[in-house]
């Protein structure tokens, strides 16, 4: 039994043998423990890994034993084993042990057939924490290129499907209802009519001040309302139907970005009624 068990371990497959009972003795016995029965005969391949199901920590290991390091003695109960193995868990640790560990073993650069083919067992790999940074820079193509280029140039652009005669803003290639090619831009005016409204009380970098309302804006002329900021008013006065108006960064600090328009501020023109 033990030689066949040694014999695998060359191999670096670990087996064990089937009782009468059905049961996986590893490593395996000539006689079940517990009915003294002889066993079947029947080696099973188990592992390679297991969980430990208790143990006990060599803080200073002797010249005797398997590792020049902290590690563990462990009973190890191999995946299709129904008995635990006893070896060495190299957790370095010892916080990291605990029952139900899951351990792999490490072979032997050359294996001879003894119980040292297994230089020992380490724990589980579950996770990687590694310092990595990564950065991205996006590059708007197609539509929002163009939109982005209007809004570096000062100007809102958008598009009118011929179908169904919507203005969308901003600018796309297609209608979203009819499915048709928008085919050439349309020039929108900077001014518009807020149609809904927040107020955030958690600072933002690009707000105004807290309290800072953002608000769903029609510019004139379009039919989809665009998201902005609402500033130069106080939160509690910014109201559904108020006429607003961009407010741009100087033309020399524009760039194809959303950044060009601080906010929208009122115009001091009439509400407009909602419908």
């Known amino acids: 039994m033990i030689g066949r068990f040694l014999s695998e371990l060359r191999g670096r497959r670990i087996v064990g043998v089937r009782t009468k009972e059905g049961k996986v003795l590893v490593p395996p016995l000539e006689y079940d423990p517990a009915t003294g029965e002889p066993v079947t005969g029947e080696f099973v391949e188990v592992g390679p890994a297991g969980t430990v199901t208790t143990w006990a920590f060599v803080p200073e290991p002797g010249a005797g034993h398997p590792l020049d390091r902290p590690f563990a003695w462990a009973l190890i109960k191999l995946d299709g084993a129904d008995t635990a193995l006893v070896h060495a868990v190299d957790a370095g640790d010892p916080q990291r042990l605990r029952a139900g560990m899951r351990v792999w073993p490490v072979w032997s650069d050359h294996p001879a057939g003894q119980i040292t083919d297994i230089s ?30 209007g809004i570096e140039r000062g100007v809102f652009l958008g598009g009118r499907c011929d179908t169904c005669a919507k203005v969308y803003v901003p600018y796309r290639l297609t209608c979203p209802e009819c499915g ?48 902005a900021l609402i500033g130069d008013v106080p939160a509690h006065e910014v109201r559904q139907g108020m006429r607003v108006k961009a407010v741009w960064v100087p033309e020399l600090e524009r760039t194809a970005s959303m950044a060009n328009i601080r906010w929208f501020a009122p115009t001091g023109e009439h509400d407009v009624e909602r419908p």
């Open 180 to 227: 048709n090619a928008i085919p050439e831009t349309l020039e929108l005016p900077d001014t518009g009519t807020i149609t809904t409204f927040a107020i955030n009380n958690l600072p933002d970098p690009r707000a105004p001040e807290v309290p800072f309302v953002s608000a769903y804006i029609l510019l004139d002329g379009s039919d989809i309302p665009m998201i």
């Open 120 to 149: 020992c067992f380490v724990p589980e790999v579950t996770d990687i924490v590694v310092n990595v940074r990564t950065e991205y820079r996006l590059q708007a193509g197609g539509a929002l290129r163009v939109f982005l280029e």
